[in-house]
């Protein structure tokens, strides 16, 4: 199973976008399922369904973050080698689905949404595009990671 396949297979068994990504690399991470669902199960929504970034790129951080980034906080060189990684999957997450803005990827309007996430029936994967925003972001991971 491919990673996107993975990333898309954890949404579809429950997991919020963040959890969907994070879950799909955690073996390379080092991370059991467990620690990597607990890390990743605020970053969902949007932030806690703020609806602002998305957790598919909230995922990719963290992802990015254990694979690439330092222990050591003052190291500079390697925290902007970081940041400047993650900008471009997100650009690139962006410019393949219009935003990297849960509200905006959703069609919802701005501000927080309700606490409580919605009951996964058929009726909710049908009208939302996270499956497929997970898949990608675990697909654009890859290539970032073998480049």
Not at 1 to 20: P, V
Not at 50 to 55: D, F, S
Not at 94 to 102: E, F, M, N, T, V
């Amino acid at each position: 199973m491919t990673k996107s396949e993975l990333a898309r297979k954890n949404f579809e068994d429950g997991c919020n976008c963040c959890q969907s990504v994070v879950l799909a690399f955690a073996e390379e991470m080092g991370l059991t399922r467990e620690t990597a669902t607990l890390l990743s199960a605020g970053l969902g929504g949007g932030v806690g369904r703020l609806r602002e970034i998305c957790g598919a790129v909230s995922g990719a951080a963290i992802v990015l973050g254990m694979l690439h980034g330092s222990p050591d906080p003052r190291d500079r060189e390697r925290k902007a080698a970081l940041y400047a990684e993650i900008q471009r999957l997100a650009a690139a997450f962006a410019a393949r689905h219009g935003s990297y803005i849960c509200r905006d990827l959703l069609g919802l309007p701005p501000g927080a949404d309700d606490p409580v996430p919605g009951e996964r029936t058929s009726a909710y994967y049908a009208a939302r595009p996270c499956a497929g925003l997970v898949a990608s972001m675990a697909e654009l991971i890859e290539q970032e990671i073998a480049e």
